[in-house]
């Protein structure tokens, strides 16, 4: 047999040669990724990662990011994506936490860059409106605080604003008030009323033709209640003259009798 080796080969041969290693090359370039070996044990990315034990990232930087998600897609129409996406059956979907693993007593800090979930929404595009920075729905409690202070918020012009069926509601368990207003100082306003203001303490009562006082008997009133009242109906002669608070009751005086069937409106404090 003739040695191949020793045979000298011709410049055509040799092109020809190269030519077909190269398409050989970019074939191999050209095919898909999920083509390649997977390793079990390494997190894929555009599929599905199935784990029955935590998949932790630490990033040991100083002021570094452990991990971030971003969605860049174009977006048009009420399309919608998201940075990172978390879901629970029975838990949290995201939970996030600052310094250290969570505990009562740490998680009210003083200084603001410990905050367990920060959410910032700048304006999009050329559009004039701001987006919301967190964003809670819930067919119960759509954002739920706890801590010494449940909710904070504080903006350049409104703090905390709500809308709906009672705008805000604010309950206490105790002697204190379900809703404290504060002014800075004394001369600050603490309490600003635009629109109707109904009180459950008040009311209309009608004293009998021929009497001169009425009792009214309403939870919660004692000797301390500072309560106002004043005709409704117009009798000449005839005012109100007191009104004396006893435990759960008041009596409101009128100076005499009064000759025909007689309205007083009344107002509790404390």
Not at 179 to 191: F, H, I, K, M, P
Not at 239 to 267: D, E, K, M
Request: neutral net charge; glycine residues 16%; aromatic residues 6%.
């Amino acid at each position: 047999m003739a040695d191949e080796a020793a045979a000298p080969r011709s410049r055509r041969a040799l092109l020809t040669a190269a030519a077909g290693a190269a398409g050989a090359l970019a074939a191999s370039a050209a095919l898909p990724l999920v083509a390649t070996a997977h390793d079990a044990d390494d997190v894929q990315l555009g599929g599905p990662n199935a784990a029955t034990t935590t998949t932790s990232i630490t990033n040991n930087a100083l002021a570094g990011t452990a991990f971030a998600g971003a969605a860049t897609g174009d977006v048009s129409g009420t399309d919608v994506g998201y940075g990172v996406r978390g879901t629970s059956l029975n838990g949290a979907g995201v939970f996030g936490w600052s310094v250290s693993a969570p505990d009562p007593s740490i998680i009210h800090p003083t200084d603001t860059k410990l905050t367990g979930v920060f959410g910032s929404a700048p304006p999009s595009g050329n559009d004039t409106s701001f987006g919301t920075g967190v964003w809670g729905d819930s067919a119960d409690v759509g954002v739920l605080g706890t801590g010494d202070t449940g909710v904070s918020g504080s903006g350049v012009t409104t703090g905390l604003y709500g809308f709906g069926t009672y705008g805000v509601v604010g309950e206490s368990a105790s002697t204190s008030a379900g809703v404290l207003a504060l002014g800075s100082t004394a001369n600050d306003l603490a309490l600003e009323v635009r629109g109707k203001v109904k009180f459950s303490r008040s009311g209309r009562s009608t004293i009998a033709t021929g009497k001169s006082s009425i009792k009214v008997t309403l939870a919660g009133v004692n000797s301390g209640c500072r309560i106002f009242a004043l005709l409704h109906s117009n009798r000449t002669g005839r005012w109100v003259q007191s009104v004396v608070p006893v435990t759960g009751s008041f009596t409101i005086y009128l100076n005499g009798t009064v000759t025909s069937a007689t309205y007083v409106a009344w107002f509790i404090l404390n």
